[in-house]
């Protein structure tokens, strides 16, 4: 569905900022690559590039790519942004940019939805989902492209339902330099973790896409040129079973009938290890990791943070369960809790060795806004501004002692020799228990076979000549080698030599020891 009965036309120009250098986006592998040079399409803002009118010229540019240059500011009558928290700068930097050539510039996506009052030079804000608010944006643009004369504040009452979403305009992104493809189904997560920002964003009662619209992304995704992984980005695809159950089948089909082109991952909590019935189905769908929220190790912080649900089976347990089913466990973790005690941090290397999860996200405790952890520290007086540290809580242990602790984890769960020991012990009992799926025609033809060899040149060069863990590398990389395996040799050394620089830098105080941290650091991403 687009928006509709809006005969003016007005040309838009969408600008997704840069991000702040961070664990999660992988950016110390692009250089390893073909020419990847961002994480992920943003679903947001190519959502709303295909709601506009259907005459509406739209541009989108991702600054993570290039920036967005004198002549598109030009050509452009408003300028729409989007973004989370941690981008908040760059966006900042875009609405001045724009302001230079006096465009109106509206910006939406979680991180206005949640905090208005971080943007007071934006003309609109768009708050909340796509609905109401946004037939209002584009009905004053049609009315009057010039900039207001004061703020204006547009609020989602009525949401447009996820059935009648449009496919995202994936078409107008250069999918190729992405390190990933990107589709959603649902949003919403029933469970109310203290610190998650999820259900007061987008709601309890997950809300859907049918099956059909997503084989239909995923056709789209394909003709576009996506193959490789794509991650549902759901806040937590079984938050609601059934649609999880409704839509698997249909990811089955459609893998057999394309020869499973794509390899899917999705964000769940760890309570999927007692559903063996998706587990399944998810596997024969060839999802071949699930990024969990384990948050901690440790069962009274479970409790105290209202993640209960991370213990109705015994963590490692369920972690060993997803492997059975071919998927890695990718791991949320938090450090800062009040229930943290001195020794916590030795208690999750301890964890990271016995699980054997190689890509764990270890952050700081960072208070979100219109969450109950925000709540109740505002209420204990223990939320604090200042841009010198990493996080805004006040923590019961000592902030440099938190901080001292995690930058111990993140050096040593990231020495090369450990992380590799943990991706070999996948390689034996996780990857094997894949589905084994056909070597496609696409997989066999010249341009991808060209893509690998360029990525393995990168690699050896790169790691295994230059590199300073070359023997760890080697030691890996060769018996891959001899089984054949160069799929899963490429996907682990870059995910790994991100994981080995960003933890060395971060170890030394070069990063934000949180991801949701809204420390404003400049974006190391460099678009140019
Ligand atoms: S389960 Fe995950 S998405 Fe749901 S509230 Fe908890 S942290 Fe947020």
Redesign the pocket.
């Known amino acids: 569905m687009r928006a509709r009965g809006i005969e003016t036309v007005r040309r838009i120009l969408c600008v997704f900022p840069r991000y702040t250098s961070s664990f999660g986006t992988f950016e110390y592998a692009y250089p390893l690559t073909d020419g990847v040079q961002a994480f992920m399409p943003p679903q947001g803002l190519l959502l709303i590039a295909a709601y506009l009118p259907e005459n509406w010229p739209v541009r989108f540019i991702d600054e993570n790519i290039r920036p967005a240059a004198r002549e598109d500011f030009e050509w452009a009558e408003a300028v729409f942004v989007s973004g989370m928290h941690i981008q908040r700068q760059q966006m900042n930097d875009i609405c001045r940019r724009a302001h230079a050539f006096d465009l109106p510039v509206a910006i939406g996506g979680p991180s206005v939805s949640a905090c208005p009052d971080y943007y007071p030079s934006f003309d609109y804000l768009h708050v909340g989902e796509l609905g109401d608010a946004t037939d209002d944006l584009l009905a004053r643009l049609a009315r009057d492209p010039s900039r207001p004369a004061q703020q204006v504040v547009l609020k989602t009452n009525d949401r447009v339902a996820m059935t009648d979403f449009p496919i995202p305009a994936y078409e107008l992104a250069e999918v190729k330099r992405y390190f990933l493809g990107s589709i959603q189904y649902s949003s919403g ?5 203290e ?5 007061g964003l987008y709601g309890r009662n997950p809300r859907l896409k049918s099956p059909q619209q997503i084989i239909a992304e995923l056709d789209r995704l394909l003709e576009c040129g996506v193959t490789g992984s794509v991650y549902f980005v759901d ?2 695809f079984i ?1 609601n079973r059934k649609a999880a159950l409704d839509l698997l089948p249909h990811l089955i089909e459609w893998q057999k009938k394309t020869g499973y082109v794509m390899r899917l991952a999705c ?1 769940a ?1 760890l309570n999927i290890a007692k559903r063996p019935e998706i587990l399944e189905k998810m596997r024969e769908a060839y999802f071949i990791t699930i990024f969990c ?1 384990i ?1 901690t190790p440790d069962p009274d912080a479970l409790k105290a943070m209202q ?1 209960d ?1 991370n213990m109705m089976v015994p963590i490692l347990e369920g972690v060993r369960t997803i492997n059975s089913y071919g998927m890695e466990v990718v791991s949320g973790i938090i450090m800062g809790l009040d229930t943290d005690k001195p020794e916590t941090g030795d208690a999750l290397l301890a964890f990271v060795e016995q699980s054997n999860i190689p890509l764990l996200t270890i952050n700081l405790l960072q208070a979100l806004p219109q969450t109950p952890l925000w709540d109740r520290l505002a209420k204990e007086n223990r939320l604090i501004e200042d841009d010198s540290r990493d996080s805004n809580v006040d923590f019961l242990l000592p902030y440099d002692q938190v901080v001292e602790s995690w930058k111990k984890c993140m050096k040593v769960a990231f020495e090369p020799e450990r992380l590799y020991a943990r991706y070999q012990h996948q390689v034996d009992f996780t990857y094997a228990n894949r589905l084994k799926v056909p070597v496609t025609p696409e997989q066999k033809s010249w341009a991808n076979i060209k893509r690998g060899l360029t990525m393995l040149r990168n690699i050896f060069w790169k790691i295994g000549v230059l590199g300073d863990y070359r023997r760890v590398f080697w030691k890996f990389a060769l018996q891959r080698l001899r089984h054949g395996d160069i799929e899963d040799l490429i996907a682990v050394a870059l995910v790994a030599h991100h994981l080995i620089k960003y933890a060395r830098l971060a170890s030394v105080g070069h990063h934000n020891a949180s991801n949701y941290s809204i420390r404003l650091r400049e974006a190391a991403v460099p678009a140019e």
């Open positions: 997560c029933p469970y109310q973790c610190f998650c920002d999820i259900p806040d937590n938050g964000e909590t929220g948050e993640k649900h």
